[in-house]
């Protein structure tokens, strides 16, 4: 059986995510829809227009908890009923064939599988090209729980998710799921297209997303020796911005940013460039904190 696990907290998009999703369920064979939602009752609405096809799981934050991400994939998998779990987001608009895709290599006698995801056309398109480039890759080394599916043993065998994470937590979990000796199948047939906003919520996004990341570094410590060849954007933006002041001598010090820009112009350079300095300034504050 497989069960879809969708989180989610005041997305209105997950209305039409649900449409789609439960469509794709009743031909897939034995399948439920789930939503972990910590809305209160602000999605009534939507629950109750779903009410025949999906179960619908309440969810309330422990106290002091403002993102509570892990919190309710967590829950939503101790609450599955299937033995594959899929996740996707609140929002999403799979494409036709998504599940049936995603959960073929896990039927094959795969563990975890991660599908491509994408931007819808209008939004943010910055994470297109590198989910592009690694359409050829039969295995990740990392992956997001936005287009993922994995077998509960996998699950049980880390863990589940870290709860001391806010943001981040879906690379910690594909982390450690790659440390234990699993394969992270990837899967550029089963899509999933996602709204990421506009520029402003992108940036803060970026921020946090740099935060996350030098969290996990901080968890991983092992990983930082390879951090140059994995991850390079993670010591080159926040040292560089931490050398600008020598831009006081060195006049010409932020011309350095010339050669990304040139590497991102067919990716919009100045989108690119705004998006990584965020970047960068999230691993800064969290490392400062």
């Not at 981040?168 to 906003?197: C, E, K, T």
Request: proline content about 6%; overall charge positive.
């Amino acid at each position: 059986m497989i069960s879809v696990v969708i989180i989610s907290k005041d997305e209105a998009g997950l209305d039409a995510t649900l449409a789609e999703v439960t469509a794709q369920a009743r031909v897939s064979g034995p399948a439920e829809v789930m939503v972990v939602d910590a809305s209160g009752s602000r999605l009534d609405h939507i629950r109750h227009r779903h009410a025949d096809q999906v179960r619908w799981i309440a969810f309330q934050p422990p106290a002091g908890v403002r993102v509570s991400i892990p919190h309710q994939r967590n829950a939503g998998v101790r609450a599955a009923r299937g033995d594959i779990i899929v996740f996707t987001d609140a929002g999403c608009q799979p494409e036709p064939g998504w599940l049936d895709a995603l959960v073929a290599p896990l039927r094959a006698g795969e563990h975890v599988a991660a599908g491509l995801t994408l931007a819808t056309p209008g939004s943010s398109g910055l994470y297109d090209q590198s989910a592009q480039a690694a359409r050829d890759t039969r295995y990740l080394t990392e992956c997001a729980t936005i287009n993922l599916a994995f077998r509960r043993p996998a699950f049980d065998a880390v863990g589940g998710f870290d709860e001391d994470f806010a943001y981040g937590s879906d690379v910690d979990f594909s982390w450690r799921l790659v440390d234990r000796g699993y394969r992270i199948r990837n899967v550029p047939g089963a899509v999933i297209r996602h709204d990421w906003g506009g520029w402003r919520r992108q940036l803060r996004r970026s921020y946090v997303y740099g935060q996350a990341r030098a969290r996990l570094y901080r968890k991983h410590r092992s990983r930082l020796r390879h951090v140059f060849r994995d991850a390079p954007m993670v010591v080159a933006y926040p040292a560089f911005l931490l050398g600008l002041p020598l831009t006081l001598v060195f006049p010409l010090y932020p011309a350095l940013l010339l050669i990304p820009a040139w590497r991102n112009r067919s990716n919009g350079a100045v989108r690119v460039l705004a998006d990584h300095l965020m970047y960068g300034a999230g691993i800064l504050a969290e490392l400062l904190r």
